[in-house]
Each structure stands twice: as C-alpha cells, then as structure tokens.
C-alpha cells in the first residue's frame, strides 16, 4: 500500500489543524493506520492508531484529549484531526501502515507515508 499524507501547515499556538492520509490500493481496511511525528533533532514518536475497522483508537498519553484519529474505507483515507496546539506539537507527522501486532511501535509499520510540516507558532 502506498500512502501520501498532507494538509500540514502553519497555525497559531491555539489553533487546529486536520490532517489526511490517502491510501492507494484496495486492501486499506485490513490495515491498522498509525501517525507518528518526528521533531526536528529528535526520534520519532508515536502519536496514535486507528484499527482496521475503526472501532478502536489507541493515543499517546500526553496527546490524549486533543488529537483524534478517524478513517474513511470508501475513501481509502486516515484524519488526524489536530486541537489545542502548541507550539512542542511542531514536528513532521507521518501516516503508517501495518497488520502487525504493536502498533504503537514505528518499527511494526512497513508501510510510511512521506510525512507533511506542521509548523504551531508561539
């Protein structure tokens, strides 16, 4: 599955963003969709996960509350829908696929998007 993620942008500390995640080919909802951000000099990191069928939702701890992941299986795409933003949410935000089990872990995705700047100003 090829995956394109965009939607990112610049936004006021504050402010929302929503992002998307189109899927190519015709088994996107047997796949888990992950997102993860990776913040300029450092790892990248686990944001959330949406199960195949999108009846269960797994966040970051420290992002519960405001972020949420929806999907799409007849439009073959992934949201993140973005509130509250500050300005330590400033990161490339990747879309991942996988059928693996953990899905919380990057490493179990074989499947990654080429990541979309989300730039949150002070």
């Known amino acids: 599955v090829q995956l394109q993620a965009y939607g990112g942008g610049l936004v006021q500390a504050g402010g929302s963003l929503r992002l998307s995640c189109t899927a190519s080919?015709?088994?996107?909802?047997?796949?888990?969709l992950g997102w993860f951000r990776q913040a300029p000099g450092k790892e990248r990191e686990f944001v959330g996960v949406i199960s195949s069928g999108g009846t269960r939702q797994t966040y970051a701890d420290s992002l519960k509350g405001r972020f949420t992941i929806l999907r799409d299986n007849a439009k073959n795409t992934v949201y993140l829908e973005m509130n509250s933003l500050k300005y330590e949410d400033t990161a490339v935000y990747y879309c991942?696929?996988?059928?693996?089990?953990?899905?919380?872990?990057?490493?179990?995705?074989?499947?990654w998007g080429q990541g979309t700047l989300v730039t949150v100003s002070s």
């Open positions: 991942a696929a996988t059928t693996l089990f953990q899905p919380t872990i990057a490493t179990r995705y074989p499947y």
């Open positions: 080919g015709r088994t996107f909802s047997s796949y888990d």
